[in-house]
């Protein structure tokens, strides 16, 4: 299974962007781009998922480079309720199994 | 609608002994999946379940570890002669398909610490 690469952790202010980066270099065609966040005490939650264009919708936005070695989670709006864990996971399509593999992901800090 | 439920939310049991979790995924769901979540780190995939037959067991760490579907909605996870480091929070997750663009639900776990 291909492997992504996050920072462990990233701050953030209230209220302003925050752009959450992935690294997939070995990344196949058939892979699609997942992301999901953990809130503390809580399961995984998804997010977002895209396959070669940007996908938006209302929680956030992903960006993917054109040779899908990399990608952006964008949330326009940090909010306190954004503090979570972010993994960013790559899921094959049309696989004998519809596993996600996750890493340690990015743990988010906002600050008031 | 109700999203996806684990009993019990938390379960205490000695070395040795036998324990079940049980998931209710969301209705209509296909596809379901067990994970565990070490503390500080990520879930860890077990094994799936398309309908009633296990898809993929292949993260199932050893033979004390069994999952059940018989009728294609609730699971059990069953883990005989528990060691301390099974514990662990255990997260269950349904979707309406398999494809690898299907979102997963995941309930909110089962904590389990063996003594």
């Known amino acids: 299974d291909a492997k992504t690469t996050q920072p462990n952790s990233m701050e953030s202010n209230e209220e302003e962007p925050v752009h959450l980066p992935c690294n997939h270099s070995t990344i196949s065609g058939t892979d699609y781009i997942h992301w999901y966040r953990q809130l503390p005490s809580q399961g995984p939650e998804y997010v977002i998922h895209g396959l070669t264009s940007n996908v938006n919708n209302r929680m956030a936005s992903l960006a993917i480079a054109e040779d899908r070695k990399s990608s952006t989670l964008i949330l326009h709006r940090a909010t306190l309720r954004d503090a979570a864990v972010y993994y960013c996971?790559?899921?094959?399509?049309?696989?004998?199994?519809?596993?996600?593999?996750f890493g340690t992901g990015t743990l988010l800090a906002v600050q008031p | 609608g109700a999203g996806v439920s684990q009993t019990p939310s938390n379960k205490v049991t000695e070395k040795g002994k036998y324990v079940e979790l049980r998931c209710d995924p969301i209705s209509g769901h296909t596809a379901l999946y067990w994970y565990r979540q070490s503390l500080g780190q990520g879930p860890e995939f077990l094994i799936y379940?398309?309908?009633?037959?296990?898809?993929?067991d292949s993260g199932l760490p050893n033979d004390r570890f069994f999952a059940v579907r018989p009728e294609g909605s609730v699971s059990t996870l069953k883990i005989q002669r528990t060691e301390r480091g099974d514990s662990a929070v255990y997260l269950c997750?349904?979707?309406?398909?398999?494809?690898?663009?299907?979102?997963?639900?995941f309930g909110p776990g089962t904590r389990l610490t063996v003594l």
């Open positions: 997750a349904s979707s309406s398909g398999g494809a690898g663009g299907n979102e997963q639900f």
């Open positions: 379940f398309q309908g009633t037959g296990a898809a993929d």
């Open positions: 996971i790559l899921r094959m399509y049309g696989g004998a199994t519809n596993k996600l593999i």
